[in-house]
């Protein structure tokens, strides 16, 4: 088993910042390190979207465009955690966020079905 727990999402207003946290578990888990990471999104009525990916070791990281030098992907591999650092937030980044995981030590993942785990998901709200 594989347990992903996602925190840290909020209500904030326009412009400003937060910070998810995602902390991998299990039995399963036997390594952090082994896994690549990526955080989606989901708005209503819209379908999940790739947001940021990042590769075992932390040496490789992607970001949706919409993101892209506004958010930022992290990891601790000793914490067995990924973050995402979300700064300039608009009402548009509202969305439940969710964090995903793969036993994979190639590339950036940016497709859903690439993932086989993932967490409950985080509601960030972004008021204008």
């Known amino acids: 088993q594989v347990q992903l727990v996602e925190s840290g999402g909020g209500l904030v207003q326009a412009g400003g910042s937060l910070r998810l946290s995602c902390a991998g578990s299990?039995?399963?888990?036997?390594?952090?390190?082994?896994?690549?990471m990526g955080w989606f999104r989901q708005a209503p009525g819209k379908e999940r979207e790739f947001v940021a990916g990042?590769?075992?070791?932390?040496?490789?990281?992607y970001y949706a465009d919409s993101v892209k030098g506004r958010f930022t992907i992290s990891r601790d591999n000793a914490k067995s955690t990924v973050y995402l650092q979300m700064n300039s937030l608009k009402p548009e980044d509202t969305a439940v966020y969710y964090c995903a995981a793969d036993r994979w030590r190639g590339s950036v993942r940016i497709r859903m079905n690439n993932y086989s785990y993932w967490g409950q998901g985080s509601q960030v709200t972004v008021s204008s």
């Open positions: 299990g039995r399963s888990f036997s390594s952090f390190s082994s896994y690549t």
């Open positions: 990042i590769i075992w070791n932390g040496g490789s990281t």
